[in-house]
């Protein structure tokens, strides 16, 4: 029905034709990150009843993100009218967010051309059965899924056979030598020359290196390009045997690192030299500029998502089931299936007592051999003059598929160009920032009347965006039990906050 590369294609071309330079690096010396929802319909059975098993889908881009960058705990407001995290992934969820109170409005005018059909419950929808959507990444998500093993003879190999595949680091991810103090490189360099690297080709096609250490170890994995030569990998028969039943006692020298920091009170990194520097599957927060933020790693937020869906707590005040993604796909950088399954899957896959209509998904995990124009490595290697400074981009891109300006870019959580004097004016804020949703959610409920209202908008009286969050019952409860099962130490915004109108 649709690969891998076909999305992380669709994405790309949307990035590159559909949008202005407003906001893009400039490529001879900025880099970003993209990241993307994409609707994928079926047609629907009678259409096609001769072929009930290769049924046609149409493949849209209905939200897109762009951005690396977040604000400090310092420049929060409790107006609700700034960005706190723009990085990609949360740029590109708010879109679809704004997407799908569009696409709500729609079905409450009983408009046949959006996504949702009525529920079973009075102010309820649901999604069409033939619509899912794919989430896309140009990159690993930020947190525990960007910790992934990694050997320095390896990375080596790997610019060779991928042209710098493994060159560099994702947005939030550094060389694995980046943290290391003289003496710590020192012993890794002793450490990696003392290993015997093989190379061996899995049943896949694909190439692995492996270090003959005492300690199982994931396989990253390289697929052959151009005219590589099978042949030229030799390795013992023990060896083979050992790549044929994954069992091979090996381990990685070092591991990428993220630069997302362990929450406040919880466990902390051990930060010792080699694939022992980081604590896997802890929450991570996102690193500011000298001040921490409060804005949980995209990791972190992917595995709430898994569980809660994208929609977010206002409109599941209208929906019958959550809005889950079907599929996240991470372009061609630095990825471990296995780092990605552990982030957003199984740390919360053992959550049980779930109210009705939500649960621990079991989402398709993939990667696209295609890289994004404007990622780091990317750039890096398009570089004419090499003693230019590589920064990242500090616009941030928001577009989503609704009839009304459609575009929005920021910089540091504004709207970009907003000066200090204007901070706080309408024309400053951002088309997805908490204050504008909020009040597009209100007109929304403001136009049906109370005996067609859900539930839980019935004759109720709410005035603050937290009191809306808050009135949303089984989302809520979601949550809480969520938190207390799988994710204990997330950080929450203090109800000051929310508590805007």
């Given at each position: 029905m649709w690969s891998a590369d076909e999305i992380a294609e669709l994405c790309y071309e949307h990035y590159r034709t559909r949008l202005p330079k407003q906001g893009k690096p400039d490529p001879d010396r900025e880099w970003t990150s993209l990241a993307a929802v994409v609707k994928v319909e079926s047609a629907a059975q009678r259409e096609v009843p001769d072929r009930p098993r290769n049924l046609q889908v149409t493949k849209e881009v209905v939200a897109l993100g762009t951005g690396t960058k977040c604000i400090g705990q310092n420049k929060m407001r409790k107006t609700g009218d700034i960005l706190n995290d723009s990085h990609a992934e949360t740029i590109a969820k708010r879109s679809f967010q704004r997407y799908l109170l569009h696409q709500m409005c729609l079905a409450v005018s009983y408009q046949q051309c959006g996504i949702f059909i009525p529920g079973t419950e009075t102010g309820k929808w649901k999604l069409k059965p033939n619509i899912i959507f794919v989430f896309f990444s140009s990159h690993t998500p930020c947190g525990d899924a960007s910790i992934i093993p990694i050997s320095e003879p390896e990375n080596q190999l790997s610019k060779s056979m991928n042209g710098a595949d493994a060159a560099g680091q994702s947005t939030q991810c550094s060389s694995n030598h980046d943290h290391l103090g003289f003496e710590d490189k020192k012993k890794l360099e002793k450490r990696s020359s003392n290993c015997i690297i093989k190379r061996m080709k899995n049943n896949d096609g694909g190439w692995f290196s492996m270090i003959t250490e005492d300690l199982p170890v994931q396989q990253v994995f390289v697929k052959p390009e151009g005219n590589a030569n099978p042949k030229s990998c030799k390795c013992s028969a023990q060896m083979q045997a050992a790549s044929e039943t994954g069992l091979s006692r090996l381990k990685a020298v070092d591991v990428y690192r993220t630069g997302a920091k362990c929450v406040p009170g919880e466990l902390d990194d051990a930060r010792v030299p080699g694939i022992g520097y980081h604590r896997v599957g802890l929450l991570r927060v996102k690193p500011g500029r000298g001040v921490r933020t409060c804005s949980m790693s995209c990791s972190d937020k992917l595995a709430r998502w898994n569980v809660l869906g994208c929609q977010g707590a206002l409109l599941m005040h209208f929906l019958q089931y959550p809005v889950?993604?079907?599929?996240?796909?991470?372009?061609?950088?630095?990825?471990?299936?296995?780092?990605?399954?552990?982030?957003?899957?199984?740390?919360?896959?053992?959550?049980?007592?779930?109210p009705d209509g939500f649960l621990t998904q079991e989402v398709k995990l993939m990667q696209s051999e295609l890289r994004f124009e404007h990622s780091r490595q990317a750039v890096q290697e398009g570089q004419t003059n090499s003693k230019t400074k590589l920064v990242p981009c500090s616009a941030a891109i928001s577009w989503s598929a609704v009839p009304?300006?459609?575009?929005?870019?920021?910089?540091?959580?504004f709207r970009q160009g907003t000066t200090k004097k204007r901070i706080g004016s309408h024309q400053s804020r951002s088309k997805i920032c908490k204050v504008e949703f909020f009040h597009a959610f209100q007109k929304l409920v403001t136009g049906i009347s109370q005996e067609n209202l859900p539930d839980t908008l019935r004759m109720k009286t709410l005035k603050t965006y937290w009191d809306y969050k808050e009135a949303a019952s089984s989302y809520q409860e979601a949550w809480k039990v969520l938190r207390s099962q799988a994710l204990l130490g997330w950080v929450k915004n203090a109800q000051e906050y929310l508590d805007f109108t």
């Amino acid at each position: 029905m649709w690969s891998a590369d076909e999305i992380a294609e669709l994405c790309y071309e949307h990035y590159r034709t559909r949008l202005p330079k407003q906001g893009k690096p400039d490529p001879d010396r900025e880099w970003t990150s993209l990241a993307a929802v994409v609707k994928v319909e079926s047609a629907a059975q009678r259409e096609v009843p001769d072929r009930p098993r290769n049924l046609q889908v149409t493949k849209e881009v209905v939200a897109l993100g762009t951005g690396t960058k977040c604000i400090g705990q310092n420049k929060m407001r409790k107006t609700g009218d700034i960005l706190n995290d723009s990085h990609a992934e949360t740029i590109a969820k708010r879109s679809f967010q704004r997407y799908l109170l569009h696409q709500m409005c729609l079905a409450v005018s009983y408009q046949q051309c959006g996504i949702f059909i009525p529920g079973t419950e009075t102010g309820k929808w649901k999604l069409k059965p033939n619509i899912i959507f794919v989430f896309f990444s140009s990159h690993t998500p930020c947190g525990d899924a960007s910790i992934i093993p990694i050997s320095e003879p390896e990375n080596q190999l790997s610019k060779s056979m991928n042209g710098a595949d493994a060159a560099g680091q994702s947005t939030q991810c550094s060389s694995n030598h980046d943290h290391l103090g003289f003496e710590d490189k020192k012993k890794l360099e002793k450490r990696s020359s003392n290993c015997i690297i093989k190379r061996m080709k899995n049943n896949d096609g694909g190439w692995f290196s492996m270090i003959t250490e005492d300690l199982p170890v994931q396989q990253v994995f390289v697929k052959p390009e151009g005219n590589a030569n099978p042949k030229s990998c030799k390795c013992s028969a023990q060896m083979q045997a050992a790549s044929e039943t994954g069992l091979s006692r090996l381990k990685a020298v070092d591991v990428y690192r993220t630069g997302a920091k362990c929450v406040p009170g919880e466990l902390d990194d051990a930060r010792v030299p080699g694939i022992g520097y980081h604590r896997v599957g802890l929450l991570r927060v996102k690193p500011g500029r000298g001040v921490r933020t409060c804005s949980m790693s995209c990791s972190d937020k992917l595995a709430r998502w898994n569980v809660l869906g994208c929609q977010g707590a206002l409109l599941m005040h209208f929906l019958q089931y959550p809005v889950y993604l079907s599929a996240i796909i991470v372009g061609k950088c630095p990825y471990s299936q296995e780092a990605m399954r552990r982030a957003i899957i199984e740390r919360c896959q053992h959550v049980s007592f779930l109210p009705d209509g939500f649960l621990t998904q079991e989402v398709k995990l993939m990667q696209s051999e295609l890289r994004f124009e404007h990622s780091r490595q990317a750039v890096q290697e398009g570089q004419t003059n090499s003693k230019t400074k590589l920064v990242p981009c500090s616009a941030a891109i928001s577009w989503s598929a609704v009839p009304e300006q459609p575009l929005d870019v920021t910089s540091d959580g504004f709207r970009q160009g907003t000066t200090k004097k204007r901070i706080g004016s309408h024309q400053s804020r951002s088309k997805i920032c908490k204050v504008e949703f909020f009040h597009a959610f209100q007109k929304l409920v403001t136009g049906i009347s109370q005996e067609n209202l859900p539930d839980t908008l019935r004759m109720k009286t709410l005035k603050t965006y937290w009191d809306y969050k808050e009135a949303a019952s089984s989302y809520q409860e979601a949550w809480k039990v969520l938190r207390s099962q799988a994710l204990l130490g997330w950080v929450k915004n203090a109800q000051e906050y929310l508590d805007f109108t």
